[in-house]
């Protein structure tokens, strides 16, 4: 199983709602990412998960809360957002932090109305 | 300034032909050099990783060179289908670092 799993694929959220974004992997890999990607733009990077632990915050509002309840699964909790935060959420996972080959999911495809 | 850059930022081919797509990075000291495919709204799908002493890797019809002393790597498409179109991402990694830097892509559209 070489996968990354997001759910949900769409989401279309109102400013005052909380959502959540979930990403899954079985692979065995410790370390977990959440990038943030806008039209014709590469990848931002977020957040970065290593052992569970938050290893990188890059200097993300905190309306986006991440968490990693296990090394399986990596959540983004959302709250308050604002129309610029639609972009499509990209999950990733790598053996580790030291430079391996890095997974990407499929991607949450999240509109803010 | 971008440590990756990517040229050409869009290409149109004609299906069944070739095409190379170039990324320069000055990312130090370097570690390994990702390509990636990405469909629209889709995740980016790896195609090659090349580390310091590999010169060129093949996945298929794709092909990428590095030149770790140019510090410059390409992507050669050959034979090109339509489900080849789909921007085409380079990824540098440095040592001691971990955040990859991403560069722009190429976007390639097929024609029949």
């Known amino acids: 199983d070489t996968e990354v799993t997001q759910t949900p694929k769409h989401l279309v959220m109102g400013m005052t709602n909380k959502k959540s974004l979930k990403c899954e992997q079985h692979m065995g890999h410790r370390a977990m990412y959440w990038y943030k990607q806008k039209a014709k733009k590469p990848p931002e990077l977020m957040f970065v998960?290593?052992?569970?632990?938050?290893?990188i915050n890059e200097s993300v509002p905190s309306r986006f809360s991440p968490e990693c309840p296990n090394s399986s699964l990596l959540n983004l909790h959302l709250h308050a957002l604002q129309p610029e935060d639609s972009a499509l959420y990209l999950c990733a996972s790598s053996l580790d932090l030291s430079g391996g080959e890095l997974f990407f999911g499929e991607g949450s495809r999240l509109t803010v109305l | 300034k971008n440590q990756v850059e990517q040229s050409p930022q869009s290409l149109i081919i004609l299906e069944g032909k070739n095409c190379t797509l170039q990324?320069?990075?000055?990312?130090?000291?370097?570690?390994?050099l990702r390509w990636y495919k990405q469909d629209t709204g889709r995740g980016p799908v790896s195609l090659t990783i090349m580390t310091f002493s590999e010169n060129t890797k093949s996945n298929g019809r794709y092909t990428a060179t590095l030149d770790a002393d140019t510090k410059q790597s390409s992507l050669h498409i050959t034979a090109s289908q339509l489900s080849d179109s789909a921007s085409y991402i380079c990824v540098v990694s440095a040592y001691g670092n971990n955040r990859l830097a991403f560069g722009k892509g190429n976007q390639v559209v097929v024609i029949p």
């Open positions: 990324c320069n990075y000055t990312v130090s000291p370097f570690s390994n």
């Open positions: 998960y290593s052992y569970e632990k938050l290893s």
